[in-house]
């Protein structure tokens, strides 16, 4: 059975920093693209950050460039998203995502408009306040 499980959220002052965990089973991660999406109250799901398993390319959106970084555990079979200098706006429901295309790039795949990718897990929720 294919699952990705997502753990790491919580309530975090502005400034502070978070690590999200992906746990993937029933598949093996490392042939597979890898993204982080997230949604707000209200918002489209936007697409946070994605690594290509075509060619190892790395995509972030614009909003989190320089605080967030993804990352993989192919031995593990684990996935990350490091998020540091979290800011109010980045409040959501964060979901981790798997696709075994090695098709496009990583910006594409990190578009909801463009292309869905075939295993989401259920969400962890990040809350940034004081």
């Known amino acids: 059975q294919v699952q990705l499980v997502e753990s790491g959220g919580g309530l975090v002052q502005p400034g502070g920093s978070l690590r999200l965990s992906c746990a993937a089973s029933?598949?093996?991660?490392?042939?597979?693209?890898i993204g982080w999406f997230r949604q707000a109250p209200g918002k489209e799901r936007e697409g946070v950050s994605c690594i290509s398993s075509s060619d190892d390319t790395t995509y972030y959106a614009d909003s989190v460039k320089g605080r967030f970084t993804i990352s993989r555990d192919n031995a593990k079979n684990m996935a990350y998203l490091q998020l540091n200098s979290l800011k109010p706006e980045d409040t959501a429901v964060y979901y981790c995502?798997?696709?075994?295309?090695?098709?496009?790039?990583?910006?594409?795949?990190?578009?909801?408009?463009?292309?869905?990718?075939?295993?989401w897990g259920k969400g962890t929720l990040v809350t940034v306040s004081s």
């Open positions: 995502a798997a696709d075994p295309s090695t098709d496009y790039y990583s910006d594409y795949l990190c578009s909801p408009r463009n292309y869905d990718m075939e295993y």
């Open positions: 029933g598949f093996t991660l490392d042939y597979y693209a």
